[in-house]
């Protein structure tokens, strides 16, 4: 029996993978070969998907990009004993971009079958929440915050700290939410996770609860992952199955029960306080801070609301301790991030690395520049609401503090890269269009600004009194930055100002023609 | 299978069976976004007469409960097309030509973003990212989603006869 590795990951899907597991399958009865399919999550080399590994004796052979037409070659080369063949890429660990790498919250995806518990604990899972089982939750809380972990949604905040706010609010009643609501163009580790390592985000949810004295979970998932709550949804069953969910967690005396929300296409419900609005069954309209969601968030009461990505950290800090977690990375930035590499490039997917990597680096060494071979021009990071960066500025160190002084973010790690075909004057009315249609309206700065801001930047790209609306335009931002109840307002500023500073000339010009 | 055979089942809209789905859901904490993502499930939309349905039997304002399907962008009030088809409009596809693609989807469909084509066979919607961001352009149709999508791709996806799942 061969075990043959097709992922079922819904980006490789999107590209066939499930045309290329069928005719693996139909071609193996044919053959009379003894063949196990096995479904796995995502490598993360979005470039060779599918991409089909054979289980050898000297390890996981790897196969890439394959289609249903290759499939027949690629037995009569005898790929199943990992001959060699054109779509050959050697030993999966051994592929240069996949060996740099640190993968520590991605060590499972792609190598496990993910909805195996079995799979699961051979990998080292559960050895975090067994540990936490013999810790005090303020144990739990002091470790979090030693690893210096910050969230990884994109605001930077301590999670220990934030755990410890909860753990010392007072009530019988408090719940922890994962924000699985991943908005942002560019982003997609929190779907891989969640579709390739469903348990890490269970074991990390229960953790949570332990540490701030929570016994019930909600993971917000958006709806246009179905494919991240069809596989979320069968894990959870299967860990209450286990019993790693439900009144006894591995038969302790804790009690911790975990439900999916799904969201219903709004972006702004990945902030978290309209998550709660949300799940409460309301508009998602943010709420003012404070009272802190810490202090009194789902139903009044107190909340650990933490990013996919997050979660899954605490649990690799657990296993290995705080100072194996902290020794990665620079300065305030400790870790791993998982950056994605997306847009126009060579090879994009994951790549979790120690923060401190320079962004010339991530789009030179693992992007292999842009799909297209044109030079880049400009990549944005952190999502819709990140700057726009030009090469000369990347000599940036992907950290959180290093971005910020750059007038940038380094927000959910994606980095959208494009090449010298764009136009950036859309692209600075595409923030602000973006921030029109996805405000939940309740800051006039938003709501209102965001509206304006497209109106001026049409002007500005009319030749309209130009100076004059370019003065308008910053002015806005200061507004809109300075007076927004949100992120979302707050930072739309940084893509628009990002464009002045870096790419004026494109607003100063006809449509479509630059340098 | 083609993609219209994947088309999920909808039934009519029945108000005996509306109240069963609220009552399904009534031992929930904040029911109201599980019973409006079950309606539309059920009838492939939510049913202007579902609004006071709901309201009544979750003992809130009809106004709240309106106030909600409409606030959402996933929640419609017409039946949807044979195929749903959704184009991403966010920045990791506009870099790939994401731009062209939604031009290229109006036109051939015929209808603007947020409409049915008039046979009834396509409901093109736009979306922002759908975590496809390597490789773009993307597009999903009733929910499957499908990457590098060119213009050509996008029509035998969508255009009747011609929907063949495979990528063969």
Same mark, same amino acid.
């Given at each position: 029996?061969?075990?043959?590795?097709?992922?079922?990951?819904?980006?490789?899907?999107?590209?066939?993978?499930?045309?290329?597991?069928?005719?693996?399958?139909?071609?193996?009865?044919?053959?009379?070969?003894?063949?196990?399919?096995?479904?796995?999550?995502?490598?993360?080399?979005?470039?060779?998907?599918?991409?089909?590994?054979?289980?050898?004796?000297?390890?996981?052979?790897?196969?890439?990009?394959?289609?249903?037409?290759?499939?027949?070659?690629?037995?009569?080369?005898?790929?199943?004993?990992?001959?060699?063949?054109?779509?050959?890429?050697?030993?999966?660990?051994?592929?240069?971009?996949?060996?740099?790498?640190?993968?520590?919250?991605?060590?499972?995806?792609?190598?496990?079958?993910?909805?195996?518990?079995?799979?699961?604990?051979?990998?080292?899972?559960?050895?975090?929440?067994?540990?936490?089982?013999?810790?005090?939750?303020?144990?739990?809380?002091?470790?979090?915050?030693?690893?210096?972990?910050?969230?990884?949604?994109?605001?930077?905040?301590?999670?220990?700290?934030?755990?410890?706010?909860?753990?010392?609010?007072?009530?019988?009643?408090?719940?922890?939410?994962?924000?699985?609501?991943?908005?942002?163009?560019?982003?997609?580790?929190?779907?891989?996770?969640?579709?390739?390592?469903?348990?890490?985000?269970?074991?990390?949810?229960?953790?949570?609860?332990?540490?701030?004295? %929570?016994?019930?979970?909600?993971?917000?998932?958006?709806?246009?992952?179905?494919?991240?709550?069809?596989?979320?949804?069968?894990?959870?069953?299967?860990?209450?199955?286990?019993?790693?969910?439900?009144?006894?967690?591995?038969?302790?005396?804790?009690?911790?029960?975990?439900?999916?929300?799904?969201?219903?296409?709004?972006?702004?419900?990945?902030?978290?306080?309209?998550?709660?609005?949300?799940?409460?069954?309301?508009?998602?309209?943010?709420?003012?801070?404070?009272?802190?969601?810490?202090?009194?968030?789902?139903?009044?009461?107190?909340?650990?609301?933490?990013?996919?990505?997050? =979660?899954?950290?605490?649990?690799?800090?657990?296993?290995?301790?705080?100072?194996?977690?902290?020794?990665?990375?620079?300065?305030?930035?400790?870790?791993?991030?998982?950056?994605?590499?997306?847009?126009?490039?060579?090879?994009?997917?994951?790549?979790?690395?120690?923060?401190?990597?320079?962004?010339?680096?991530?789009?030179?060494?693992?992007?292999?520049?842009?799909?297209?071979?044109?030079?880049?021009?400009?990549?944005?990071?952190?999502?819709?609401?990140?700057?726009?960066?030009?090469?000369?500025?990347?000599?940036?160190?992907?950290?959180?503090?290093?971005?910020?002084?750059?007038?940038?973010?380094?927000?959910?790690? %994606?980095?959208?890269?494009?090449?010298?075909?764009?136009?950036?004057?859309?692209?600075?009315?595409?923030?602000?269009?973006?921030?029109?249609?996805?405000?939940?309206?309740?800051?006039?700065?938003?709501?209102?600004?965001?509206?304006?801001?497209?109106?001026?930047?049409?002007?500005?790209?009319?030749?309209?009194?130009?100076?004059?609306?370019?003065?308008? =335009?910053?002015?806005?931002?200061?507004?809109?930055?300075?007076?927004?109840?949100?992120?979302?307002?707050?930072?739309?500023?940084?893509?628009?100002?990002?464009?002045?500073?870096?790419?004026?000339?494109?607003?100063?010009?006809?449509?479509?023609?630059?340098? | 299978?083609?993609?219209?055979?994947?088309?999920?089942?909808?039934?009519?809209?029945?108000?005996?069976?509306?109240?069963?789905?609220?009552?399904?859901?009534?031992?929930?904490?904040?029911?109201?976004?599980?019973?409006?993502?079950?309606?539309?499930?059920?009838?492939?939309?939510?049913?202007?007469?579902?609004?006071?349905?709901?309201?009544?039997?979750?003992?809130?304002?009809?106004?709240?409960?309106?106030?909600?399907?409409?606030?959402?962008?996933?929640?419609?009030?017409?039946?949807?097309?044979?195929?749903?088809?959704?184009?991403?409009?966010?920045?990791?596809?506009?870099?790939?030509?994401?731009?062209?693609?939604?031009?290229?989807?109006?036109?051939?469909?015929?209808?603007?973003?947020?409409?049915?084509?008039?046979?009834?066979?396509?409901?093109?919607?736009?979306?922002?990212?759908?975590?496809?961001?390597?490789?773009?352009?993307?597009?999903?149709?009733?929910?499957?989603?499908?990457?590098?999508?060119?213009?050509?791709?996008?029509?035998?996806?969508?255009?009747?006869?011609?929907?063949?799942?495979?990528?063969?």
């Amino acid at each position: 029996m061969t075990t043959v590795f097709v992922p079922r990951d819904s980006a490789a899907r999107s590209v066939g993978a499930d045309e290329v597991a069928a005719a693996i399958e139909t071609l193996a009865t044919q053959r009379g070969a003894s063949v196990e399919i096995v479904r796995n999550g995502s490598r993360g080399m979005m470039w060779l998907e599918p991409l089909v590994e054979v289980v050898t004796a000297k390890g996981r052979v790897a196969y890439g990009p394959v289609t249903p037409g290759d499939v027949a070659d690629l037995f009569a080369a005898g790929f199943l004993d990992g001959n060699p063949h054109g779509l050959s890429q050697g030993l999966t660990d051994q592929i240069p971009w996949l060996a740099e790498q640190d993968r520590l919250t991605f060590r499972r995806v792609g190598l496990v079958d993910p909805l195996s518990t079995e799979d699961y604990q051979a990998h080292d899972g559960l050895i975090a929440l067994r540990r936490a089982l013999t810790m005090t939750p303020g144990q739990i809380c002091d470790e979090v915050t030693e690893s210096g972990l910050r969230g990884r949604g994109g605001a930077g905040f301590p999670t220990g700290v934030k755990w410890r706010t909860v753990l010392d609010a007072s009530g019988p009643s408090k719940f922890v939410v994962c924000n699985a609501d991943e908005g942002d163009s560019g982003t997609f580790a929190d779907r891989m996770l969640m579709e390739g390592d469903p348990f890490m985000l269970i074991e990390a949810m229960i953790i949570a609860g332990i540490a701030v004295g %929570g016994r019930e979970g909600f993971i917000y998932i958006r709806s246009e992952y179905p494919d991240a709550v069809a596989t979320m949804r069968a894990a959870i069953q299967r860990a209450y199955e286990a019993g790693w969910l439900g009144p006894e967690v591995l038969g302790s005396e804790h009690q911790f029960d975990l439900k999916i929300r799904v969201g219903a296409g709004a972006y702004i419900c990945g902030e978290e306080t309209a998550m709660l609005e949300s799940i409460e069954g309301r508009r998602g309209m943010v709420r003012a801070k404070p009272p802190l969601p810490a202090i009194e968030g789902l139903f009044g009461k107190p909340t650990a609301i933490n990013n996919v990505l997050s =979660l899954a950290s605490v649990t690799v800090l657990l296993t290995h301790g705080a100072t194996f977690y902290r020794d990665f990375g620079v300065g305030r930035s400790r870790g791993t991030q998982v950056f994605q590499l997306a847009g126009n490039v060579a090879r994009g997917g994951i790549v979790e690395t120690a923060f401190g990597i320079t962004l010339g680096e991530m789009i030179d060494r693992f992007a292999g520049g842009t799909a297209s071979g044109r030079p880049v021009r400009a990549v944005q990071v952190g999502g819709p609401l990140g700057a726009y960066l030009p090469p000369a500025q990347f000599d940036l160190p992907l950290d959180y503090e290093a971005f910020v002084n750059a007038g940038a973010m380094v927000g959910h790690g %994606g980095i959208v890269v494009f090449d010298d075909t764009v136009d950036m004057a859309a692209q600075a009315r595409f923030a602000m269009e973006f921030c029109a249609a996805e405000s939940c309206g309740k800051c006039t700065p938003c709501r209102v600004g965001a509206v304006r801001g497209v109106e001026v930047i049409d002007k500005i790209i009319a030749g309209q009194d130009t100076a004059a609306n370019v003065v308008l =335009l910053e002015e806005l931002c200061d507004l809109m930055a300075e007076g927004s109840l949100c992120a979302m307002g707050g930072l739309t500023p940084l893509p628009v100002r990002s464009v002045l500073r870096h790419f004026a000339d494109d607003l100063d010009q006809p449509k479509g023609v630059h340098p | 299978m083609t993609l219209r055979e994947s088309a999920p089942r909808h039934i009519p809209w029945s108000e005996p069976t509306a109240l069963q789905i609220v009552h399904a859901h009534l031992g929930e904490q904040g029911p109201l976004l599980p019973v409006l993502h079950a309606l539309q499930e059920t009838f492939g939309y939510v049913d202007p007469l579902a609004i006071a349905l709901v309201a009544n039997v979750l003992n809130l304002s009809r106004a709240d409960v309106y106030g909600v399907f409409s606030f959402y962008s996933d929640f419609r009030s017409t039946p949807p097309g044979e195929l749903r088809v959704q184009v991403c409009r966010g920045e990791a596809c506009q870099s790939v030509g994401g731009r062209a693609l939604a031009e290229h989807a109006t036109s051939s469909l015929g209808v603007d973003f947020g409409a049915t084509t008039t046979d009834g066979s396509v409901t093109l919607d736009e979306v922002f990212c759908l975590g496809n961001c390597a490789l773009g352009p993307s597009v999903a149709v009733n929910g499957q989603l499908r990457g590098r999508v060119g213009a050509d791709e996008f029509d035998r996806l969508v255009h009747p006869g011609t929907s063949n799942i495979g990528f063969a």
